[in-house]
C-alpha cells in the first residue's frame, strides 16, 4: 500500500491501527515524496499471537509531501495489490512538544543540522556551513583518520568545532537520526562545557543531545535505534552504560520524572 499525505512541513502524530494474520512481519516507511533516500521512519511489525496492531509515528519535523508505504516483507513490495493485511485506522493527531531552552548557539545549529539531515540523502560530499558560517559540516563519503576508515558515523574538532560527517552512514539512517547524532556531536563542543562538563564527556553529550530532541517531539525509537546500531561497532562496558542512560534517560523524560536544569 501506498499513500501521499501533504505534510507540509508540520510536526504531527500518526496513529494506525493494523490487522494481519499471526506470523506476518509488515513494514511502515514514511519518506520525503519528493527526495530519495530521505526516510523519516522505517518500522518492521510483528504479528505473534495478535492480528491487531496499533503504531504511533512521531514527527518532529516533516517534508511538504510524505509518502507512506506498509507492505508484507514476505511479499516485497507490490504496491495496491497486497492483500495480506487491513489498514482498520489511520489518524493524525498534534504531536506533544516541550518547551526546550536554547541559546542562539543552539537555536542556529538546531536549524542548519535539521536542514542538512532533511537533505543530506541528495547532497554531494563537501563542505556546507551554517547562516553566519559559525558551523560547519564536512560532508565525507566515510571518516578517515590516519588511513583507516573509521566505523563512527560522525565526530566533532574538539578545537575547530567542524563536525565531520559520515555519507556512508547517513544514507541509510533516518531523518531523525541523522539529527541525533548531529546534536551529541554539538552538544560535545558547545553544551558540554556551558553545564562544566569535559568536551569529551559521551554521556553529557548523550543528554544534552537528548534534551533537545526529545522536547522538539521527536521519535524515541529513532533514536534509541541510531545509537544501539553505533554502538554495536564498539561494544564495549563504556558504550553498554551510555546506552543504559539513554534509554533510561527517554524513559523517565516521558514519564515526568525528570527535573531537568539549562545552564543558560
Known amino acids: ?10 510536526k504531527f502524530e500518526m496513529q494506525v491501527i493494523l490487522s494481519a494474520s499471526e506470523g506476518t512481519r509488515l513494514r511502515v516507511v514514511t ?65 506533544k512538544t516541550n518547551d526546550v531552552w536554547m541559546d542562539k548557539d543552539s537555536r542556529e545549529f538546531v536549524k542548519f543540522a535539521l536542514d542538512f539531515c532533511e537533505n543530506a540523502g541528495i547532497k554531494s560530499t563537501g563542505v556546507y556551513q551554517s547562516d553566519t558560517g559559525k558551523f560547519t559540516i564536512n560532508y565525507l563519503n566515510n571518516i578517515v583518520d590516519k588511513g583507516v576508515t573509521l566505523s563512527t558515523p560522525a565526530r566533532v574538532g574538539h578545537l575547530s568545532g567542524i563536525i565531520e ?37 559521551e554521556i553529557a553529550a548523550d543528554i544534552n543531545a537528548l534534551y533537545i530532541y526529545l522536547g522538539m517531539g521527536f521519535p524515541r ?11 554495536q561497532t564498539a561494544p564495549n562496558a563504556q558504550n553498554l552504560q551510555r546506552n543504559r542512560i539513554i534509554s533510561d534517560f527517554i524513559d523517565k523524560y516521558d514519564a515526568g520524572k525528570l527535573s531537568i536544569t539549562v545552564q543558560k
Open 221 to 231: 525509537i529513532e533514536a534509541r535505534e541510531v545509537y544501539a546500531k553505533v554502538f
Open 165 to 201: 560527517v559520515s555519507k556512508g552512514h547517513f544514507m541509510g539512517y533516518t531523518v531523525p537520526q541523522r539529527f541525533i547524532i548531529l546534536l551529541h556531536e554539538f552538544s560535545h563542543k558547545y553544551r558540554n562545557p556551558k553545564i562544566g562538563k569535559p568536551i569529551s564527556d
Open 1 to 10: 500500500m501506498k499513500a501521499a499525505i501533504p505534510t507540509n512541513k508540520l
Open 31 to 95: 519518506f520525503d515524496g519528493y527526495k530519495p533516500n530521505t526516510k523519516y521512519s522505517d518500522r518492521f511489525i510483528n504479528f505473534s499471537g495478535t492480528t491487531l496492531r496499533k503504531i504511533h509515528l512521531m514527527y518532529g519535523a516533516s517534508p511538504e509531501t510524505m509518502g507512506l508505504q506498509i507492505y508484507n516483507t514476505s511479499k516485497g513490495e507490490q504496491g495496491s495489490n497486497d492483500d495480506s493485511f487491513i489498514i482498520k485506522d489511520l489518524k493524525i493527531k498534534k504531536l
